[in-house]
């Protein structure tokens, strides 16, 4: 703990004296921020995980902190990113991912908001392109909707398109879910869940008050029962009431060792030995990273000036791991705050002129962090892989390579790493060459192109298989009658779900939830931010979304006689 506290002192000297002095002698080209999702409804509510209003406004002000910085300072010296627009978005040189969690999704719309907020009329007037916009024929001028709101482009993408493990790692990852799934045989877990029960065994009672089983209030369930105190202390008295802030913070310490142990663990293999399996989201993450740079690079500094990608807790436990900033830092250990920020910053030394694109040997890359969306959280520098504190910012080369031996760079390495059964893996994994390699399936790929060469492969192998089965085996397709709706939670996995998996869902009025599906394997849930409610919510790392339910169920008509009367015109006015 010694160590500890020095370190932070001399961090927080080394972080004065870089903003003293770094703002008038350098230039920002590019940047990362990677942010987590704000103030949204528990994942094991009954309603949808959504996106709050405080969340909301968490974010708008996340994202008005970066404006701040990067687009139109007040507050910080000139840290402004080198071309970028200060009034209307471009989006050639912004480029905002999210998951497709719909509170993530929501996260990440509420943060552009903030980076760019409505233009009205005071900054209309400083853009000449919105003024030329605007101003029509008749000599009128006319504003976007909402007070001149901003249209940005921000991506997300489905599980079976190749382009989303770069965001999201752990999805569809099987060797990742197998390792998960050992952590709760361990010692560690083993000690913990009985060191721990007297205090759930304590609380169950009190705080949930039946609203959820008491089998199911343990150490095993520790971060989604945080996630739900966590919220009722934020929004409703009565809980507030019942639980002491020394509880409050036991809950979250438990969590922060769980969440840790199941995505930051740098010794845990999956099914090849030393592929840190655990970590599997913060290897793609780092590989985005490194390709959002490069982009700017090629682009001599004109795209990928701002890069926003959000997500989940997951990735950003297992990147700062990988970082190696827990070892020296006890605030990563465990959850990032709501809103948190990990950055990355390009940028060229004082000696280097600003009016073109520096050779890459004079660029520098340096991390922050920003751990919450309190206007008295800072942006605080961190030295990674290891470098001494007075030395945080390390070249361009140094980080690539440091970058390269942690991140995962294709998807077919990703694929076979993880022995995933995604639906473009096969393609992939069985004509593994150097060629597919080096042909699009790097992160640095444009995200339409990523998404269209997926759907191209997953067509192209599913209707080769059904022909074959068409032809050899006379296969065809039948509508199947409508199934009866059935009560109940049906499963947090749907169709993927285990014998071993339970399901845990807090039901309103405090009628209790239900634990579904007992196995002769340990009673768990899947590992991290899995929904443990039921299928129609599958919005986590483990579960794969289900469709939407078809217009029509078959390629047949409604009625099985094909030779019935055809279908009359109804020329009816």
């Known amino acids: 703990m010694p160590r500890i506290v020095a370190s932070t002192l001399l961090l927080l000297v080394v972080s004065c004296l870089a903003n003293a002095v770094a703002g008038s002698t350098e230039t920002i080209w590019s940047s990362v921020v990677i942010t987590r999702n704000g103030d949204s409804i528990p994942l094991i509510s009954e309603d949808l995980t959504t996106l709050t209003p405080l969340g909301a406004q968490q974010l708008f002000e996340a994202g008005a902190f970066f404006r701040d910085r990067y687009i139109a300072p007040t507050t910080f010296g000139d840290y402004i990113i080198n071309g970028i627009s200060t009034y209307s978005i471009d989006n050639t040189q912004i480029f905002s991912i ?82 998960a799934d050992n952590y709760f045989t361990e010692p560690d877990y083993l000690a913990t869940a009985a060191a721990t029960e007297a205090f759930y065994t304590n609380v169950s009672s009190s705080i949930f008050g039946g609203e959820l089983p008491v089998q199911d209030i343990s150490y095993k369930n520790a971060y989604y029962l945080f996630d739900y105190i966590s919220y009722g202390y934020t929004h409703n008295q009565t809980i507030r009431d019942r639980i002491s802030e020394d509880e409050l913070a036991r809950f979250r310490t438990l969590a922060d060792q769980r969440e840790f142990a199941v995505n930051g663990n740098l010794s845990a293999n999956g099914y090849t030995q030393g592929d840190r399996i655990r970590t599997i989201g913060g290897q793609t993450l780092a590989a985005q990273v490194l390709a959002m740079f490069q982009n700017n690079l090629d682009s001599n500094g004109s795209n990928s000036k701002l890069n926003v990608l959000f997500t989940p807790f997951n990735p950003m436990i297992s990147l700062v791991s990988l970082l190696g900033l827990p070892a020296m830092y006890e605030q990563f250990f465990g959850l990032p705050e709501l809103g948190s920020s990990l950055v990355f910053e390009l940028f060229s030394g004082q000696n280097v002129s600003s009016d073109k694109f520096p050779d890459p040997s004079q660029l520098q890359v340096r991390f922050l962090s920003r751990n919450g969306t309190n206007s008295s959280m800072n942006l605080d520098l961190y030295p990674i892989f290891g470098n001494p504190e007075e030395s945080a910012a390390i070249s361009l080369s140094d980080f690539s390579n440091s ?171």
């Open 98 to 179: 999210s998951t497709q969690d719909e509170y993530v999704l929501a996260s990440a719309q509420a943060f552009i908001q903030g980076l760019y907020p409505p233009l009205n009329n005071s900054f209309s007037s400083e853009d000449p392109l919105i003024t030329s916009l605007s101003l029509l024929a008749n000599g009128s001028n006319i504003a976007f909707p909402l007070g001149g709101y901003q249209y940005p482009f921000l991506y997300s993408f489905s599980p079976n398109d190749p382009y989303n493990i770069w965001l999201s790692g752990q999805q569809g990852c099987n060797g990742y879910f197998a390792s």
């Open 403 to 573: 970058i390269s031996s942690i991140c995962v760079p294709s998807v077919w390495q990703w694929c076979d790493i993880c022995q995933s059964e995604s639906v473009f893996c096969p393609a992939l994994t069985n004509s593994t060459n150097d060629s597919t390699t080096n042909s699009g399936d790097s992160p640095a790929s444009k995200p339409f192109v990523a998404g269209i060469i997926g759907a191209i492969i997953a067509l192209a192998f599913a209707a080769k298989v059904l022909v074959i089965a068409m032809l050899c085996f006379r296969v065809r397709f039948h509508r199947r009658p409508k199934p009866t709706r059935r009560n109940g939670l049906g499963g947090f996995k749907g169709a993927e779900k285990m014998a071993s998996d339970p399901d845990l869902t807090a039901t309103k009025g405090g009628a209790g939830a239900t634990v579904i599906g007992k196995g002769n394997g340990p009673d768990h849930e899947r590992v991290g931010s899995w929904e443990l409610g039921d299928v129609s919510k599958a919005k986590d790392f483990g579960a794969r979304p289900e469709p939407l339910a078809a217009t029509r169920s078959s390629f047949e008509a409604d009625e099985d006689d094909i030779h019935g009367e055809p279908v009359k015109v109804d020329d009816r006015v």
